[in-house]
Structures are given as structure tokens and as C-alpha cells.
């Protein structure tokens, strides 16, 4: 690799998706990969093909599908995993094999059971079987910054004997800091003979908020020239290390890191709001870079500067990242070729005309509840659609809710399975309890309520209410996404599309492994 180069490599779709409820069907890690693309990341890590048959076809559809990133596939260090990766990833115009087995001693003892000289062996053999079918095969000693020095180095030097092509330092639990970390790769990279034959990368957890400080670190004081990292921090606990933070990092302060990535930072915010709506895990607003508040000003003095000169407060524009100057887009007036220019101009990319017909039509009926449409009620109705296209078993044909002071919350729905309508009529402690109690008593699920969570699309008493529900059910755990001007149906569309995908066979369980 060239001197002054970052690899971004993205695992939102693997590591990101361990997170409970963020796992994504199919369709929805296909439009991740394409905003992904669009982004221009370099790897992009799209799945366990081993851990389900789901994610062995999302993987499959997704390296079938991208052509300018390279499509890599999380495999344990053993033949089954490795066949399943590579039989997932080999239609890709450019694809990698990422393997790891654990290296602590805590873990080889406690999870693996095998001594280190197992764990020796089953990294060469599992490098070398992934390397005789794929000439990009990276390996990852997992729970590497609480390993061994000493034998870390023996199985780096092994694997890349054996023929692997990136070595990734994982800091599984989020255990490092920063001076120490980097240190550590750098001193890994000294005494490992034929280190220079490899590209070194880290993968960091956020668990005490050092995640992008000991990437960074990793990269100034270690050499390391890949960081692996996920679109908005998402991952299991309290995270991984946020994309959009280590490329605009590198992108503000080129005077410190002198390193440059690929990454098209225009297309962040977008892939931002795709990730949020699609895991329904909501980006808090003081998030660096993506947080609705990243841009914001409230002090007269910092408001006062930045109308005199921008520079005094603000180290990057809101454009460089995404945030869109034109918020006022469209109107009911807007015809079908204007709507899809601006879907064209925001990012969104739909499968077909037919979707772009469906899309328009709620475009259209969106028009008339409220007079202004922005860039972000395209994304919802966008999100909304892609959730309804998936098998509908239930669908929500008509509502009414009554509640006021003094009187017992009520809601009569009307739901159709499989074409057949049934009324259902029920009291709550509220207009969205009663609503879900009703819809409930309709669809006998059985499931629990994990989360409920509404957010306003764009500011104004005529805003889309945006609203998740999680629910869980045998192991299971899917998201729904609604949006209307009336939260209490918003409510109800997001309630039916998670029991949907409860119902829907292509749903996957979510996933427990990674590093």
C-alpha cells in the first residue's frame, strides 16, 4: 500500500449488527452496502456467512452486487467457516477472507478450551486453507491486546507464513488506551520478522470511550494503516470505533496525521440516518460529526462569530459531511421526475420503477398533510417503504383513537391477514398502549416490547413523527420503523412491520460471534 494511505474498512454489517436488535434482513444490508459503496469505502465487512443461512445470502447477494469496494467475510478459524466464506464471497469482483480464533489466555482456557499450541496450529491451517482459495485473506488473533506478547508474535508470524495478507489487532472489550495501544502495535510490528509482508489494522471497542483515540493512536505511534470501524460507533456494548469521526480526524487535522483516506465524506450524513433507521437505533444529538446538534450554535458568542466567520467555532462544514443546504425540497405540486432527482441527490437508490412509483404515491399522500417536504421525510418515506415491501402478513387497513383528560385511553383497529379483515377494539394507558393492545389481541404474538422510541423527522408541529418498536420473540429480535404526521399511526405502522418481519421466514436470528 502507498505511503499516506488509510483503508477504511467498515463492519457495520457484521460487527454493527451484533448489537441486540440491529440485525438487518437481506434487503436492508443490501441498501446499507450500496451507501456504503457510494461512500467509497474500501472494505466492507458484510456478514458471519457461517452464523445463518440468512447472512450466508445476504453476504452472497451483496458480493454479487459491489464492484468498488472489496466485500469481506468474518469466518472462525476452522474449514466449515472458511468454505461457508468462501463459497458467500467468491462472485465478488473484489472479495477478502477474515478469519480469528482468540489468543488470551483467558479465552483459549475459559472459551476454547485448547492449549496455545492448538491455537497455533488451527492458525496456520485455517490461513492456509483461505489463502489456496482467496489471495486477500486477513486474520484477527481475537481478545489480541489482553494476549501474550510473546506468543501473539509467534502466531502473527505464522499466519503471515502462511500467506495472510492484512494482521488485524482487535481490542474485543474495549480493555486498551491509547499510548499503550499504539505502543503495542508498534512493538508487535518490530519483532514480528516478516511483519512488512502484511498491512497492519486494529478493530476497538468503545467500552471506556477510547475507541477512536486508540485507533488513532495505533495508526501514529504503531504504523498501523487499516482501521476497522462501523457507521454511527454501532456495535455490541457500548460500541466500535466510529467511521465518521476517524475520517473527518483525518480529513481536519492532515497537518498531524498526514494520511488520507478514499472516503467521499458527502455521502456520512446519509449513510448516518440509512444505518439509524434501518437498526432504529437513534444517533444522540451531541454525536460528533452526525448528531443533529454537531452544527449547532446556541451561545450569542459562539453565534456572533461564526455570522462574522465560520472558522471561529466550526473545524469543518456541514457540507464536507453530508448536512444538506437545501432543506426545502418539494411540495404537492411536484411532479414524479423532480421527486426522483432529489432522491438522486440525497443518495437514495431504489431497485426499481416500480419502487420509485410506490415511493412517489407516498410522496404524494405525505403532500397533503403537510405543505413542506424535506430531505429528511424522503428518507423516512424511503424507510417506510423499503420495511413494507418486505412479506406482509399483517397490514393495518383503518384506525381511531380517542383519549383526554379524565377519560380511559381507546383504540378500534382493523387488520387484514392474508386478505381476511378482522375489527378489534381495547383500552390503554394511553393512545399507543391501547393502539398496541388492540393490534395485539388481533395478532396474538406473544412478543415483548423491547423498545418504543418516537423521534420528530424535522422540526415543526407538522413533522413526521418517526417511531421504532423492538420487539423479541423466541430468540429473535426485530425492529419495526413508521412514520406519519399522526404519531399514534406512526406508532401502528411500526408495531405491524415488526411483527411482519417476526412472521417473515428471510428474518435472521441475531448474531453472537466476532471479535
Known amino acids: ?73 468474518l469466518c472462525r478459524a476452522n474449514d466449515r467457516d472458511i468454505q461457508r466464506g468462501i463459497d458467500a464471497l467468491k462472485g465478488a469482483k473484489s472479495w477478502r477472507v477474515h478469519t480469528f480464533i482468540a489468543t488470551s489466555e483467558l479465552h483459549m482456557a475459559k472459551k476454547l478450551r485448547m492449549t496455545p499450541e492448538q491455537v497455533l496450529a488451527q492458525t496456520k491451517l485455517s490461513v492456509r486453507y483461505a489463502k489456496n482459495a482467496c489471495p486477500d485473506v486477513e486474520f484477527s488473533p481475537e481478545d489480541g491486546s489482553r494476549s501474550d506478547p510473546d506468543f501473539l508474535c509467534r502466531v502473527l508470524e505464522a499466519a503471515i507464513q502462511e500467506g495472510a495478507t492484512t494482521i488485524n489487532i482487535p481490542d474485543t472489550v474495549g480493555y486498551a ?167 438522486k441527490e440525497i443518495g437514495i437508490e431504489l431497485e426499481s420503477e416500480d419502487a420509485y412509483n410506490k415511493a412517489f404515491q407516498r410522496f404524494k399522500d405525505l403532500a397533503d398533510k403537510k405543505a413542506e417536504i424535506f430531505d429528511e421525510d424522503l428518507q423516512a418515506l424511503v424507510a417506510q417503504e423499503a420495511g413494507a415491501s418486505a412479506d406482509e402478513h399483517w397490514r393495518l387497513v383503518t384506525m381511531n383513537q380517542a383519549s383526554g383528560m379524565g377519560e380511559k385511553p381507546h383504540a378500534t383497529i382493523v387488520m387484514a391477514e392474508a386478505g ?40 415543526g408541529t407538522e413533522s413526521q413523527g418517526e417511531v421504532t418498536v423492538r420487539l423479541s420473540k423466541g430468540g429473535r429480535i426485530v425492529n419495526g420503523v413508521g412514520a406519519d404526521t399522526d404519531i399514534v399511526v406512526a406508532s401502528a405502522k411500526a408495531y405491524i412491520s415488526a411483527l411482519n418481519k417476526l412472521a417473515s421466514k428471510i428474518e435472521r436470528l441475531n448474531p453472537q460471534h466476532g471479535l
Open 177 to 343: 488506551v491509547p499510548e499503550q495501544f499504539g505502543e503495542m502495535i508498534r512493538s508487535l510490528r518490530e519483532r514480528v520478522p516478516n511483519s512488512d509482508k502484511a498491512v497492519w489494522s486494529v478493530h476497538c471497542h468503545n467500552d471506556l470511550g477510547m475507541a477512536v483515540a486508540n485507533s488513532l493512536a495505533a495508526v501514529v505511534i504503531g504504523g498501523a494503516r487499516q482501521i476497522e470501524c462501523t457507521i454511527n460507533g454501532l456495535g455490541e456494548r457500548a460500541g466500535n470505533t466510529s467511521l465518521e469521526e476517524v475520517v473527518m480526524a483525518l480529513r481536519t487535522r492532515k497537518d498531524f496525521f498526514d494520511l488520507e483516506t478514499r472516503i467521499d465524506t458527502t455521502q456520512i450524513v446519509p449513510t448516518s440516518r440509512l444505518v439509524s433507521q434501518i437498526t432504529g437505533f437513534v444517533v444522540q444529538p451531541n454525536k460528533a460529526v452526525v448528531g443533529a446538534n454537531a452544527f449547532a450554535h446556541a451561545s450569542g458568542i459562539h453565534q456572533d462569530g461564526v455570522l462574522k466567520a465560520r472558522e471561529t467555532y466550526e473545524i469543518m462544514t456541514a457540507e464536507d459531511v453530508g448536512w444538506s443546504t437545501n432543506r426545502i425540497v418539494l411540495g404537492k405540486l411536484s411532479g414524479r421526475s423532480a421527486f426522483k432527482q432529489r432522491m
Open 1 to 73: 500500500m502507498s505511503k499516506g494511505k488509510l483503508i477504511i474498512f467498515d463492519t457495520t454489517m457484521r460487527d454493527g449488527e451484533q448489537s441486540p436488535g440491529a440485525s438487518m434482513t437481506k434487503d436492508e444490508k443490501l441498501r446499507i452496502a450500496r451507501a456504503l459503496e457510494r461512500m467509497r469505502v474500501d472494505v466492507i465487512e458484510a456478514g458471519f456467512p457461517a452464523s445463518s443461512n440468512g447472512d450466508f445470502e445476504a453476504v452472497r447477494a451483496i458480493a454479487n452486487v459491489v464492484k468498488d469496494s472489496t466485500v469481506a467475510g
Open 420 to 459: 381476511k379483515e378482522k375489527k378489534a377494539e381495547a383500552q390503554g394507558d394511553g393512545p399507543v398502549d391501547a393502539t398496541f393492545k388492540a393490534i395485539e389481541s388481533v395478532a396474538k404474538s406473544g412478543a415483548e416490547l423491547l423498545l418504543f422510541s418516537v423521534n420528530a423527522v424535522t422540526q
